[in-house]
């Protein structure tokens, strides 16, 4: 999708400049010059004035009315009650990204629990994953008594890798989980050749991803199923919640009946009829699909918004000695939940920590992102119990630790750098402020790193 700026936009959008500015689609204030040649603040220089972006979540206008309609209607829960807005949610969201079902749950985990257990992931089976992910990505597979099998990234983009993820497919691989880290789309036609080549379902690990795209599809909807989250921090949110989106008729059929302990569309009222599967209840209340409806309607206008902002720092940095962007292949378009870049001390003149810190003294937020973790003491620990050991001997284990090998993992998360995706909502001018700050820290790195 072609970037939209600012300006065309506030011309051409439903929403006037004065509700946009109003409604949390980004943030308005006072911005201040910065001498890119000047002092950084962690050593005595003066701090710019920045606008981070909108406080998050967007309060957008219409929440009372949607709330209040959900609770009169007392159509609360969608247990036994066809008429629940949670419906509403599915067909609109499925509607927006082009999928044939929409299943809403109330957490992006739990999103991703109901499709392995429609997919009948069990003791023995394996996923490949990322480890450049959320716990819950590792914790989900867990969950299933089966084992994540973790394959290297690729440093430029943060993404799992397609290559080393084939390098780890035996006759246990049942599912490739790959995840669309920071909302960046990985190499998803090689994943999908991948798919075809072992017969190996796809599962789209999409819950920072939300309207990403992929060779002109939305990510979500190129595997057997994309899962989503709607957590308070994601670009769509509603506290808690999420999402799973599939073609297939008989996965979104089992899929409604593993998110509600079995019972299929339609049973209502005290009819206890339960299809025996590994089910639970993970169903998504009418209040957090009202909230989603109400974010949705204006979700692509902030996500043109952040798009043009993103492509736009990356223009700049990508100028200073040191800065990597995070790479978005050919065909893809990031949702940039995440601004995330990357510090190479040797060429930067510091270490990231030593970064990150100065540019939080610039008032700019920022972090350093996932920690390498140690996977495989953490999936050995939980997997030491009597009844695991039966499935997963101690030989086992160990020759499953051997063959997962990170290299790349312990650099990314040594050169790592976020953003948060709100600040991608601020106005243009913050960009320039950033790239700034960065070009004096770059310049004064050596004095930075003898004083951090």
């Known amino acids: 999708m072609s970037s939209v700026s600012r300006r065309d936009f506030l011309k051409s959008g439903s929403l006037g400049t004065g509700a946009l500015f109003g409604s949390g689609l980004f943030s308005s204030g006072t911005y201040g010059a910065i001498d890119p040649n000047g002092k950084p603040a962690i050593l005595g220089g003066d701090a710019p004035s920045y606008d981070a972006g909108p406080a998050w979540p967007p309060l957008l206008g219409d929440e009372l009315q949607r709330l209040e309609s959900v ?171 999420g999402a799973i989106l599939t073609d297939d008729d008989a996965l979104a059929e089992r899929l409604f009946k593993i998110h509600s302990n079995g019972r299929s569309q339609g049973t209502a009222g005290f009819d206890f009829r339960y299809e025996p599967l590994h089910a639970g209840n993970y169903r998504m209340t009418g209040f957090q699909a009202a909230l989603l409806l109400s974010q949705l309607a204006t979700a692509q206008q902030r996500h043109a918004i952040r798009n043009e902002n993103a492509l736009y720092l990356s223009s700049l940095l990508r100028e200073i000695p040191g800065v990597y962007p995070q790479k978005i292949y050919d065909g893809a378009e990031s949702a940039w939940h995440l601004y995330m870049f990357r510090i190479v001390p040797e060429e930067f003149g510091c270490s990231r920590d030593a970064a990150v810190q100065a540019l939080c003294a610039e008032g700019i937020s920022c972090y350093g992102g996932y920690g390498t973790g140690d996977w495989v003491n953490y999936i050995k620990s939980i997997y030491s119990t009597p009844a695991a050991r039966r499935v997963y001997s101690e030989k086992a284990l160990d020759d499953w630790a051997e063959r997962i090998q990170l290299p790349n993992l312990e650099r990314l998360c040594c050169e790592a750098v976020w953003f948060g995706q709100a600040q991608m909502l601020a106005p243009k001018e913050n960009m320039d402020i950033i790239a700034d700050c960065l070009r004096r820290i770059q310049k004064n790195a050596a004095d930075i790193a003898a004083n951090v």
């Open 71 to 241: 609770l009169q209607s007392r159509l609360w829960c969608r247990s036994g009650q066809p008429q629940c807005v949670t419906n509403d949610f599915e067909a609109a969201f499925a509607e927006h990204c082009g999928a044939k079902h929409c299943v809403a749950v109330n957490s992006g985990t739990s999103a991703l629990i109901c499709t392995l257990s429609a997919l009948e992931l069990g003791p023995g089976d394996e996923v490949i994953t990322s480890p450049y992910t959320f716990v819950a990505t590792i914790n989900c597979i867990i969950s299933h008594y089966a084992l994540p099998v973790l394959a290297d990234v690729d440093v430029e983009s943060f993404q799992v890798c397609p290559k080393a993820a084939e390098k780890l497919i035996n006759d246990n691989t049942r599912v490739l989980l790959p995840v669309h880290i920071g909302g960046n789309p990985p190499k998803m036609d090689s994943f999908l050749a991948l798919s075809q080549q072992y017969n190996i379902p796809v599962v789209e690990d999409a819950c920072q991803a939300h309207l990403a795209r992929y060779n002109g599809k939305y990510v979500g909807t190129l595997g057997k199923a994309g899962c989503f989250s709607m957590q308070v921090t994601k670009n769509i949110a509603c506290g808690d919640g």
